[in-house]
């Protein structure tokens, strides 16, 4: 089992910044590619982001592409998401995820990723 947990969530204003970490503790964390899904109530989970087992490939949704950013340092069992330019749309549950499938282009279908924090809240105010 990979024990996933997040931090970093909370209040930001629209056009503000977050940076949110997510620890991971339990398996080889350099194994596992790691992603960032979202959620808000009423609707299905949604894909954020995603880096490759080295930090060397990521994806972004095109919500998000320019203004966050996701990256990890195995040395500490850590990914990241920096997000800046916040907009009220942002606010969700935010969680992190594995894919066990560490290799080549991160993958950003939900189904993939074994593994999931328990989420964090981020609420972004206009």
């Known amino acids: 089992q990979l024990q996933l947990v997040e931090s970093g969530g909370g209040l930001a204003q629209a056009g503000g910044s977050l940076r949110l970490s997510c620890a991971a503790s339990?398996?080889?964390?350099?194994?596992?590619?790691m992603g960032w899904f979202r959620q808000t109530p009423g609707k299905e989970r949604e894909f954020v982001t995603a880096v490759s087992w080295n930090g060397g490939s990521t994806k972004y949704s095109d919500s998000v592409k320019g203004r966050f950013t996701t990256s990890r340092d195995n040395t500490k069992n850590t990914v990241y998401l920096q997000m800046n330019s916040l907009k009220p749309e942002d606010t969700a549950v935010y969680y992190c995820?594995?894919?066990?499938?560490?290799?080549?282009?991160?993958?950003?279908?939900?189904?993939?990723?074994?593994?999931w924090g328990q989420g964090t809240q981020v609420t972004v105010s206009s």
């Open positions: 995820a594995a894919d066990t499938y560490g290799l080549g282009e991160p993958r950003a279908e939900a189904r993939f990723f074994a593994y």
């Open positions: 339990g398996r080889t964390f350099g194994n596992y590619a």
